[in-house]
């Protein structure tokens, strides 16, 4: 089992593409030196980034005017994630997902099985029951 985190555009010019996000994380911006380059007058240079490290998933607002929203607040600073969490940067949209979960077909948040035809477990309907997403700031 990978627990590669992946994010999945489902809104804006990036619609459909999926990024594995690597150990130490990943820039948001439109400057090309982001791992992830978004051509948007809305996106700063150096708009947010991702940072994945010792299994822990963070988001942080890289000092951008129009801000970086997680399912619909606006962080500041910085943010834990988990999977099934809506990044929001402009007009894109970025789901976060399990690689392996898109692997065995699971189509994201509408998906109604958890890729073996039983119903989703855990109380958000994802499968993180089994992994845990530690945040050294509480």
Same mark, same amino acid.
Not at 41 to 57: Q, T
Not at 106 to 123: F, L, R
């Given at each position: 089992? +990978?627990?590669? !985190?992946?994010?999945?555009?489902?809104?804006?010019?990036?619609?459909?593409?999926?990024? !594995?996000?690597?150990?130490?994380? #990943?820039?948001?911006?439109?400057?090309?030196?982001?791992?992830?380059?978004?051509?948007?007058?809305?996106?700063?240079?150096?708009?947010?980034?991702? #940072?994945?490290?010792?299994?822990? #998933? *963070?988001?942080?607002?890289?000092?951008?005017?129009?801000?970086?929203?997680?399912?619909?607040?606006?962080?500041?600073?910085?943010?834990?994630?988990?999977?099934?969490?809506?990044?929001?940067?402009?007009?894109?949209?970025?789901?976060?997902? *399990?690689?392996?979960? #898109?692997?065995?077909?699971? +189509?994201?948040? +509408?998906?109604?099985?958890?890729?073996?035809?039983?119903? !989703?477990?855990?109380? +958000?309907?994802?499968?993180?029951?089994?992994?845990? *997403?530690? *945040?050294?700031?509480?």
């Amino acid at each position: 089992m +990978s627990d590669v !985190p992946v994010l999945v555009c489902t809104a804006g010019e990036l619609a459909g593409r999926r990024i !594995p996000v690597p150990e130490g994380g #990943l820039g948001i911006g439109r400057s090309e030196e982001n791992a992830v380059v978004i051509h948007d007058d809305g996106v700063s240079r150096y708009h947010a980034r991702l #940072l994945f490290d010792n299994g822990s #998933l *963070w988001l942080q607002d890289a000092g951008s005017r129009n801000g970086v929203f997680v399912n619909g607040v606006r962080v500041t600073g910085h943010k834990a994630l988990k999977v099934g969490d809506a990044i929001t940067i402009a007009d894109h949209t970025f789901e976060l997902r *399990w690689e392996d979960d #898109l692997q065995s077909g699971g +189509s994201g948040a +509408s998906s109604n099985t958890n890729g073996s035809g039983a119903p !989703p477990s855990g109380p +958000s309907g994802s499968r993180t029951q089994s992994r845990r *997403w530690f *945040w050294p700031f509480a």
